[in-house]
């Protein structure tokens, strides 16, 4: 295949033919430049789906795999016993290069997968894509903390947390230190497997 001849190019190569005005790509954060796909994404919630649409939980499970395949749908929740889709997706409006979706494709799709919801009474808003979704994910403001079996949060934060981190950095020490010593022991017993420099 002449590859020089051939009209595969990446997806951004592609969209820059195509037109897309591409806005606020990069995001300043702790010192770094990073590349964001979304900036300003829409979160759409439908409330009082029927139960007989949503048939069971594992219907629902398997709607919401169906809504996540699509390339504009970023998340998908579909909650049964809520009777609930609440829906992350890239609208159309958006000034990025990934693909995007209205909000009555979103209602269409779902009538055809035998859901039918009503557009005018869904919740829809739009969300900051890098702090409220991205950052939520990958940089939470606290992480969760469970003691051990046997203790209370209390007791694991009045001392024996600082004692277990200690004694987990001395064994570390020592299993370093055994391996290094079994490891120049292997070589002298094994001459013909030493490193020769």
Wanted: no cysteine; hydrophobic share 30%.
């Amino acid at each position: 295949m002449d590859k020089g001849k051939s009209d595969y190019r990446s997806f951004y190569a592609k969209s820059r033919d195509v037109g897309a005005e591409v806005k606020d790509e990069y995001v300043e954060d702790n010192g770094g430049r990073y590349l964001v796909p979304y900036r300003k994404v829409r979160q759409v919630v439908f409330r009082g789906v029927r139960k007989e649409e949503l048939v069971d939980p594992e219907h629902a499970a398997r709607l919401q795999y169906r809504l996540i395949l699509m390339e504009p749908i970023l998340l998908a929740a579909v909650d049964f016993d809520e009777r609930e889709i609440g829906v992350f997706y890239n609208p159309e409006e958006a000034t990025n290069r990934n693909e995007r979706i209205s909000l009555q494709g979103i209602v269409d799709f779902l009538a055809s997968e035998g859901v039918h919801v009503d557009s005018k009474g869904a919740e829809s808003k739009e969300v900051d894509y890098y702090a409220s979704v991205y950052g939520y994910y990958h940089n939470p403001k606290s992480v969760r903390e469970r003691p051990p079996y046997g203790y209370t949060l209390d007791e694991w934060k009045s001392g024996l947390k600082e004692r277990y981190e200690k004694g987990m950095a001395g064994a570390e020490k020592k299993k370093l230190k055994e391996w290094l010593e079994w490891q120049a022991g292997f070589e002298k017993e094994h001459p013909e497997l030493a490193k020769k420099e």
